[in-house]
């Protein structure tokens, strides 16, 4: 999280990155996950492997 004491701007660092950069929400968790020295999953993968369903309403 951060905190501007000068603006009063606040939130996490996926929003910070993305303010500051004009990214999206992919691109900013990406860019992080890349200077964690971490690798996304791709979306390559079908929803069954993934243990994910899709919502019944």
Same mark, same amino acid.
């Given at each position: 999280?951060?905190?501007c004491?000068g603006c009063?701007?606040?939130?996490?660092?996926?929003g910070?990155?993305?303010?500051?950069?004009?990214?999206?929400?992919? +691109?900013?968790?990406? +860019?992080?996950?890349?200077r964690?020295?971490? !690798?996304?999953p791709t979306?390559?993968?079908?929803?069954?492997a !993934?243990g994910?369903r899709?919502?019944?309403r």
């Amino acid at each position: 999280f951060y905190h501007c004491f000068g603006c009063g701007a606040h939130g996490t660092a996926i929003g910070f990155l993305m303010a500051l950069d004009r990214l999206d929400f992919r +691109e900013a968790v990406g +860019e992080l996950a890349q200077r964690a020295g971490m !690798t996304l999953p791709t979306d390559s993968a079908p929803a069954a492997a !993934t243990g994910h369903r899709p919502r019944s309403r």
